[in-house]
């Protein structure tokens, strides 16, 4: 990637953000991050502003050389997507040239019973979030080309696991953590469970690198990204191994809990294909769940959070 590159990067300060805005440094990209306040985020020129304003910042946009639009709805009510939709639609409009790297997010294919899910599993969307995502990816698409400007890249992730400042904000890496060591008790509806759902998963290190490996793409595409995949037990087991303890699986049907120290997590598998990805730009992940999960505890127990 040529250090010549100038990105505009929303989002630069949060859960996911945080990695992309250092990856994207690291390689010598010049990065204009869009700040709610000032804030100093190292080796990036921030522009103060809000995603709800873009007039205000658009000038910007146009000067860069592309986007990585990162910042999402600060709520899952269908007004708070709205408003996220419609400041996706006009950032989209100030964007004049080179790539648009929008994320998704694999909850837009619902629960899907086909596993592992390629790019063009049929969407089915459940909740405000996941409709609002499916209408940004059909906006920046139908921009894509126009007027000048690039390709449009859509990256769909599962879960994103980081350790930065954000990790307690609403993550489920920190949920799971926080429920291993509360000593909750995870209920499952099968005693297969345990061992067949769960979720790709990709690191906070991973999702940057793959986020600034798509500004080297020239056409439009919808791409997974992940490092691996994680069965529940996996996840849980790998927290309880950093926590010393043992958490205890109930088997019960509908996976209803039952009191206050039983807890039900997600009785699904999304698996990401992701050979689509590795083709278009020699991405091989380097993070693992378990190093995930260690290094989230040790700076847990440096810095507890959580």
Known sequence: MSGEMNVFLTGATGYSGQAVAAELVRRGVRVRALVRREVVIPGCETVVGDIGDVRRFASSVRGSSGVIHL????????EAVSADVLATRDLIAAWSTGPFVYPSH??????????PLKEDHPFDPMLPYDHGKVASEKDVQSAAAKDGRGPAIVIRPSLIFATNDRRADRQFF?????????????????????????????????YGRAMADSLSLSTSGTYHVASGFCTWRALIGAFDKQLGRQSEFVVRPGARPESSEEIRIGQS???????????????????SME????????????????
Do not use: M
């Open 174 to 206: 920190s949920w799971i953590y926080i429920l291993c060591r509360a000593g909750k008790k995870f209920v499952f509806d099968s005693e297969a469970g345990p061992d067949t759902y769960g979720a790709s998963f990709v690191g906070d290190e991973d």
């Open 71 to 78: 910042a999402s709805a600060r709520g899952a009510t269908k």
């Open 291 to 306: 190093e995930l999960v260690e290094r989230f505890v040790a700076e847990e127990r440096r810095n507890p959070l959580c």
């Open 269 to 287: 598998r999304t698996e990401l294909d992701t050979t689509a990805f590795a083709a278009a730009t020699g991405f091989v992940p380097r993070q």
């Open 106 to 115: 694999a909850t837009v294919y619902g629960i899907p019973e086909r596993q």
